[in-house]
């Protein structure tokens, strides 16, 4: 997501049994009265993923961040997203972030505590030290000076090294990315938009160190702009054409910058369809309230042009619900479902956006699975709906 942070995953159950491991297996007694969850209004199956992104969540417990269910009892964020109907979670990865933050340590020690919860675990490689999205695909400073081979190879070994501790702790990743919004490619210049070969080339190195670790993860290449289906039909023609290898399609929606929910939900059927892929929301966001809550301009301020939902916490609740409904109805069972993004990114000072920053703020808690009495949002019962 982000590039205005720069201003600022049945075709089926039997294509992805692999990933039903981690929340089929036995959870938590708290988690059970929502283990059936997310089922569709047909009473069929459940969606296989309800996820959320909590990359911020290490840095804002280190700095005192506080959780609480809805009736007010504090609790650990992830089982209170466990409760309220989650199953999976999503963790960003830089490769030397200045803050010490979102690196290999802490997607370490989160993991283990979602998969102890039995939760899923989507890894999101942005090949940066820093935030990587439509707008910039900056190389890590120690990249910088590598020939292509080279750079190739520190892609394969920084993806193999994450995912081969994660495996060894036991807390094997079940979904991968391989980049993150690859609108215009990765590690720019060398895997830019118009240099299909060599953007193959490092994509295909990720599949392969993935792979590598383990056969059953899942690959997943991620988009923004979800209601583009130009762009979509664009960017998978030609990376067909040029032999990339992936599983699973990712898209970011966020109906104040990506168009209607029609023309999201029409992306996701054509390009399920045309590629005969299943495809995940991996980002998706709404706010509860127009509100701030540390000082720093959000990025929403009004939600009144935004497909008709009002910025309250039943407005973001209804629109988790329409949307979960669009990813259920896509044709052929390859809706996989979708991941909230930075559900646990409250007002805590000092959690900024900039990892060089300690002084910038969070233009995004208005949009958090919390809200800013810390209490778990009437949005996070919305995944379980039956």
Sequence with gaps: MVRHLAALLCAATALLTPLTTPFTAAAPAHAAVSDAGGRRPDGGPPLAIRGADVSSLAKSEALGGAYR???????????????????????????NPADGYNGRGQVLAVAKRAKALGMGLLVDFHYSDSWADPGKQNKPAAWESLSFDELKQALYDHTYDVLSALKAQGTTADM???????????????????NWPQLAALLNAGYDAVKAVSGDTKVVLHLANGGDNGLYRWWFD???????RYDVIGLSYYPYWHGTLAAFQ???????????????????AYPFTTGDDDGWENIVTSAEPYAGYPATPAGQAAFVRDLMNIVRAVPGGRGLGAFWWEATWTGV??????????ASGNAWENQALFGFDDRALPALREFARR
């Design 69 to 95: 269910y809805a009736n007010g009892r504090r609790g650990d964020a992830l089982a209170i997203l466990r409760y309220g109907g989650l199953n999976y979670i999503r963790l960003k990865v830089w490769v």
């Design 266 to 284: 029409a992306n996701l059927n054509d390009v399920a369809a045309r590629y005969g892929k299943p495809v995940v929301v991996a980002e998706t």
């Design 349 to 358: 000072k000092g959690n900024g956006w900039d990892p060089a920053d300690p």
């Design 176 to 194: 991968v990315q391989v980049g993150n919004e690859l609108n215009g490619g990765l590690l720019w210049p060398d895997g830019r938009w118009d």
């Design 238 to 244: 030609n990376a067909a054409a040029n032999g990339v």
